[in-house]
């Protein structure tokens, strides 16, 4: 079968990250840095990412094809975000402000503030405006190059106002071009009409929602908030049951704000992710390298609560983790979807190198959400998801904190943002 | 006299904040927020600014004035940044990189790295280059809101070199519409041929450097780093006498690797601005306070640093020092010009709220300049310096971090910027 001609092509690449080589030797061997590369795609997958001078020359170019020249600037592939709530309503900038004047955390329950907050507000929200404020979202994370989200319900915590979450984030996916893959996050806390019967509340989520969820097709996967105050470990394992009969994968939040043996318990379940990670034991450690279950870092969660210790990026990956990277952008604890911003914390906060700061970004987020080989990194058979950076050196895009260095987002094969003119943000 | 003609004019806004008001009564207050009003501005100048409904009737518009209907959003002056050596060349990503994997200060700077190697890149690139270098980071401000930009010189280290970097700002600010003030840094560090005559260096700052700046009219004030390693106090003494003889203003870097009294000594010397702060001692919050040196916070650079604690804001705040905040950005100890990053880290980070972050970044930043009345404010005879920003709340300036929320920038009554369609980043 001849292959389809090439519709997008983008030459004269000064630098290719494509994250399409192993790990063994390290992060930035596993980058597969290439100098004057060029990627080509046609329909919407990687055809060729590779040095300019090997590109297959069978290969044919549509006679309407897009050509791009990256001016010698860096390429690599589209970043791909493990952990977004965005989906919600209302605003809590008022209580960030409370809190900043020294509000304690009780007193801003009482005055009827933190997720609960959200929760009331999102139920208040209708589907159709959910929808509107899922794209513009997206629209900001895909101007800066993110062109994967894992975007979370989690505001409902009913299974009618849950559902009502999965299904407007189904529908933003269908109108943005960033690919979205859905979460039910029902085990995100308890509301006040389950206050007192979190064991009634978990029944719920594992009978009602994660079938209605996996029924319906609008979330892969579900995850549990494992906290204290939150759910147990013990309400974890029966969400992982109902998970696992449902056939969606099963995400987690641990060791946040306690250590809680979080960590050993997503390995223990067969997590694909186990996300914070702030308080995890090195046993927890070794216990995530050991079962492959990916460690997601959120360190702006970690900068908006304040936290002394951000999670061990080092000894993570010391130990053999395989480590994603997200924003957590979220109402309350993390509102920031500035993705640049997590690349800079996650090497001068956890701990990484720039270049398994950007691995985590890409790769290591798609592995999170069992997306390896089709996003998060470009070699033939991948999406065409890349970014065209105003820098020439991968480097930039940690060291140069909380910047969006991206000047033309492709994704799927068309460019879905464009900065122009393409400046470099890094003279040399 | 007939005022002249307005021919700016910005109606609609929702929240106005004109920092013009009293600091009595705390920074809320000292914002002046006002709701449905209007700024006018003619000749460069704000000739109102507050009620839409008490406008004075006798301003008239001229036929070609510029109408901006601000939609119902955010104004607020434009952003004034206290610190910022942005004048430089070279890339140290490389030498961050090496940080992150764990190389020690003493291996990088084996390596040829750290401060040094920027004088050297620095020295190696064209007053010309040095030019465009500027206009560029400039621009990066401008597009945030951020009118008003110090720019500190401090890697020639030579007389000869460090006027080539006055001379290169100058040459930028004429065709950049950010105001720019210059700060002669010549007491930044000790380059390898004063490395062991640190004395004989002092003496060029104060018989030459210093002289030199004034007379050519090319830094309105003098700036030390005093730190272990760097300046002592008596150097920052000297360096004093010789800023008030030849009629600049003198700006310290103090307390922010060691405890040195530098606040105390700031105070003594009269400073007109003490900045990083991070070690600074109780005694050094109340000399500060008591006379009047505005304290510049510079929270980028001690998370650039590592630093466990934060400038105590809080602390300088209640002690009624008057605050201001910056970037700091510059090649190796803070590479981001993201002002709204510094105005997020100063709440969950220096401890203030975020009308007290928004103040330092407006006219408590102008104060360390001795622009107060000037710039920093939007006030009848202010420079028309204004922010439209994508929100209607001023809190989610801070809130929303590492954002900017600039949807329409002015700088001296002209649009310098625009973000169109003006979307809200934070829709309600």
Redesign the interface.
Known sequence: MEPNPIDLIVTNIGQLVTCAKDREDGAESALGLVEDATVACAGGKVVYAGPSARMDDSLTLDDNAERIDASGLLVTPGFVDPHTPLAFG?????E??SR??GATYLEILQAGGGILATVRATRATSEESLV??CV?RLH?FAMQGVTTVEVKSGYGLTIEEELKLLRAIARAAKISPVRVVATLLGAHALSDEYREKREHYVSLVCRDMIPAAAESGLARFTDVFVEEGAFTAQDARAIARSAMDHGLGLRMHVDQLTAGGGAELAADLGALSADHLEQVSPDGVKALAKSGVCAGLLP?AT??A?L?DYAPGRALSDAGAILALGTNYNPGSA????HS?AL?LA???N?????EALLAATDGAARSLNLHGEVGLLTAGSRADLIIHKTD?Y??L??????SHAAVVVAAGKVIHRAEPI?R????
Do not use: V, W
Not at 425 to 428: D, E, M, R, S, T
């Open positions: 209302g605003d809590r900038a008022a960030f402000a900043c004047a509107g404020l513009d900001r702006t900068l908006y304040r002394k509102m920031t979807e500035n911003l800079g090497c001068l906060q701990g990484l190198t720039p270049a050196d480097r930039h940690a060291f140069h904190l909380a910047t400046l943000n890094c003279p040399g």
